[in-house]
């Protein structure tokens, strides 16, 4: 069982410190959460653990990530176990900084909650990485998607297509979302898709 902290007026402080941070008052908040790193021993791991991952968002919020990071890995140094919110923002921290320490902490957190979300953090941070040219990109992201494929889909039904879900006259739907329309030179590769589209059965919608 975690050693946590009792003394009342510790305890006051570190509920005065959160409150502050849940009303975006990080300046104030930090300043509390400095004092408290020495008011108790490094015993209290859970306490400490705390303490560093807010002072970690603190620091996020006031645009500072270098310490924004240090405070973080001090939280996971404290307590290595936890969920995998901590490991998304390192991710996201790091990205810009560190390619490789970036895809490590994205990967855990998708090994701690294989979800949609997670999934697609990790695989954007590697398609969108110079690290990454197209191939590697398109290799690494395949292999996730065969490792995690099984735990994000295990609880979800595959869609099967039944014709009595459609209305025999209704149009479907299609909608194109991208940055590279209008005048990005992929719209001339794609501009003959989108004129032979059959207009009677499709409704077509863009967006750039």
């Not at 490590?104 to 979300?117: D, F, R, S």
């Not at 990790?122 to 590697?136: V, W």
């Not at 909608?175 to 059959?198: K, V």
Request: aromatic share 16%; charged share 25%.
């Amino acid at each position: 069982m975690q050693k946590r902290v009792t003394k009342p007026s510790l305890v006051q402080k570190l509920k005065l410190a959160s409150s502050l941070v849940s009303n975006k008052n990080y300046e104030d908040a930090l300043k509390i959460y400095k004092r408290l790193q020495y008011e108790f021993d490094d015993s209290f791991t859970y306490d400490k653990a705390e303490i560093y991952r807010n002072v970690g968002t603190c620091y996020y919020f006031l645009k500072q990530p270098e310490k924004a990071i240090t405070a973080y890995e001090k939280s996971l140094a404290f307590l290595p176990e936890q969920d995998s919110s901590i490991f998304n923002m390192l991710g996201y921290l790091y990205y810009w900084q560190n390619s490789d320490k970036s895809l490590e902490y994205y990967i855990t957190a998708m090994e701690k909650a294989p979800n949609i979300n997670n999934f697609l953090m990790l695989a954007q941070m590697i398609s969108r990485s110079h690290y990454y040219p197209p191939k590697k990109a398109k290799e690494t992201i395949e292999k996730f998607v065969d490792i995690f494929r099984p735990q994000i889909l295990q609880n979800d039904k595959p869609y099967q297509y039944n014709p009595k879900d459609f209305k025999a006259k209704k149009k479907l739907k299609i909608g194109y979302l991208s940055s590279d329309l209008y005048t990005h030179a992929m719209m001339s590769f794609m501009l003959p898709i989108f004129e032979n589209h059959d207009q009677n059965k499709f409704d077509i919608r863009s967006e750039e």
